[in-house]
């Protein structure tokens, strides 16, 4: 038997990865993401920090409590901001901002949420060191995500985010 949704058990297309998930239908996703109050409940009920994430522009729209107490920020703070500005990395404080900065073009995290917009693909465990500037310092951090795509947003899961050393 082939994976099923996680929700109404229906059949799921064997092809496309659910890392995060881990198997959601259209139908079920779509009643997910109907309200705010749907969204907000669904992405509280991983153990991860979860960021979820509009495409175009690439910005946060909610994230779960774990995600917050993870980068020691109000949900008020990290609604509405590019990934790089949530986790602190030194290139979104650049005039041009994060994903948009020079420095950002080879940034495997940031190509892995483009991925999953522009591809509909899900990135399992993509690693980087982040330059983070937090207290007027800047610190190399481990970084690693993982990506899915839920219709037109996406999942993105903190599977690390810690000072490197």
Known sequence: MGQVCRY??????AEQDRFITGGLCASCAGDV????????RFIDSF?????FMQGDPRLVVTANQKASALFGKELSRIQGQRGGK???CIHSFS???CGLDPNCQDCKIKNAVVETFTQQ???TRIYT???IFRDNQTTPYHMEVTT???GDFGLIRIDRYRPKG
């Open 121 to 123: 693909k899900a990135s």
């Open 95 to 97: 005039e041009l901002g």
């Open 47 to 51: 153990g991860d920090p979860i960021l």
């Open 148 to 150: 899915e795509p839920i």
């Open 129 to 131: 060191v982040l330059d």
């Open 86 to 88: 949530v986790f602190d």
């Open 33 to 40: 993401l109907s309200t705010r109050e749907n969204t907000q």
């Open 8 to 13: 109404c058990e229906s059949s799921l297309n």
